[in-house]
T-cell receptor
Framework: GDSVTQMEGPVTLSEEAFLTINCTYT??????LFWYVQYPGEGLQLLLK?????DKGSNKGFEATYRKETTSFHLEKGSVQVSDSAVYFC?????????????FGQGTELSVKP | GAVVSQHPSWVICKSGTSVKIECRSL??????MFWYRQFPKQSLMLMAT?????????EQGVEKDKFLINHASLTLSTLTVTSAHPEDSSFYIC??????????FGSGTRLTVV
């Protein structure tokens, strides 16, 4: 079945370091791909998305490119801040894009030290 | 963008009692909403898909009689944890919106059963 695999955390970086969180997926067809962020004690917030191959999603300095050939959607940020400390989830929509279920990766905890 | 309001944020209840969690779509009509459960340091587990005007669809292994879902209107879905026990203590999150553009999540409800 469809699935999402993320690199394991926790990831600990110093402020202004470069961030990469790897995400790969297996799916039939062409799913939409998402990155969500969860701050402690809160729900999930949509960070960015890509709906077709070669699309690049970007928001708040974060970027991810939908790579069909490698079935990947890696999250990157050039210079992380302490406020970026959170758990990041990669996800795809399975089934109908309008009403399909989200399939999540296991989440990657990011801790940014000053 | 789509806004989902979830209430309460946290609740403590005695073992054997029932707890109702509400999830409202504030600026869109939600024919479908999803309910998740999240354990500490883990990803989200889809419990059920709530369908307006019809029965919810539960994921395998989720007890329908324990986790009652009602979706009586296009803006409100509720999850009732019946006869709660300490093992039901968890973080519950709802979501709605468009799978194509990225679902919106509620802020979550922390349930503690004592």
């Amino acid at each position: 079945g469809d699935s999402v695999t993320q690199m394991e955390g926790p990831v600990t970086l110093s402020e202004e370091a470069f961030l990469t969180i790897n995400c790969t997926y297996t799916a039939t067809g062409y799913p939409s791909l998402f990155w969500y962020v969860q701050y402690p004690g809160e729900g999930l917030q949509l960070l960015l998305k890509a709906t077709k191959a070669d699309d690049k999603g970007s928001n708040k300095g974060f970027e991810a490119t939908y790579r069909k050939e490698t079935t990947s959607f890696h999250l990157e940020k050039g210079s992380v801040q302490v406020s970026d400390s959170a758990v990041y989830f990669c996800a795809l929509v399975w089934g109908s894009n309008q009403g399909g279920k989200l399939i999540f990766g296991q989440g990657t905890e990011l801790s940014v030290k000053p | 963008g789509a806004v989902v309001s979830q209430h309460p944020s946290w609740v403590i209840c005695k073992s054997g009692t029932s707890v109702k969690i509400e999830c409202r779509s504030l600026d869109f009509q939600a024919t479908t909403m999803f309910w998740y459960r999240q354990f500490p340091k883990q990803s989200l587990m889809l419990m059920a898909t709530s369908n307006e005007g019809s029965k919810a669809t539960y994921e395998q292994g989720v007890e329908k009689d324990k986790f009652l879902i009602n979706h009586a209107s296009l803006t409100l879905s509720t999850l009732t944890v019946t006869s709660a026990h300490p093992e039901d203590s968890s973080f519950y999150i709802c979501s709605g919106g468009s799978g194509l553009y990225g679902y919106t999540f509620g802020s979550g409800t922390r349930l503690t059963v004592v």
